[in-house]
């Protein structure tokens, strides 16, 4: 649906094969679904800032709209994996998919559901992922408006962030 601030950090679409999902919020208002997830690579030509920063990740929400036969199983965060989007069943609608593996040995995460065909990218920031592989410290912001709120991810309970 808004392409265009990842397209003008990477020059293009990041390859979704291998993202790092670290939260799923559901939400039975719309019904939605957002994916909270670690993109695979660091754009080449970051934002100076991001660089002077020593940021080494980039992170976003992606939101899903309408979303039906949701399944979800091996629930293990953070999870490695890919995102599969696909035109599904009647007009305007998808099927997301996720499989990916996760931080304990023989653990992973199945993820399915249908859901509109469009999905919007929301809260991206870039951040130096931790020794453990965890996402707190620090975080440096695309949107004014986030920039201004937060300066390290907020709480789940920040519907503000997690929801509409």
């Not at 993202?19 to 100076?48: A, C, E, K, Y």
């Not at 199983?73 to 998919?97: K, L, Q």
Request: charged share 25%.
């Amino acid at each position: 649906m808004n392409p265009e601030v990842l397209q003008s950090l990477y020059g293009h679409l990041p390859d979704l094969s291998s993202v790092r999902i670290r939260s799923i919020n559901l939400n039975w208002r719309g019904p939605t679904v957002t994916l909270r997830v670690d993109l695979p690579s660091f754009p080449g030509s970051p934002p100076q800032e991001w660089i002077d920063a020593g940021m080494d990740t980039v992170q976003c929400q992606f939101e899903f709209l309408a979303v039906e036969r949701i399944s979800l199983t091996d629930w293990a965060p953070p999870a490695v994996g890919g995102i599969e989007m696909t035109p599904w069943g009647r007009e305007r609608r998808m099927r997301v998919g996720f499989s990916g593996s996760g931080s304990g040995s023989g653990s992973g995460m199945t993820l399915g559901f249908d859901c509109y065909e469009s999905v919007s990218v929301r809260h991206v920031s870039a951040f130096t992922i931790q020794e453990d592989g965890s996402d707190s410290g620090r975080r440096l912001f695309v949107s004014k408006v986030d920039a201004r709120r937060h300066t390290s991810l907020p709480g789940t309970d920040e519907k503000t962030f997690y929801e509409r």
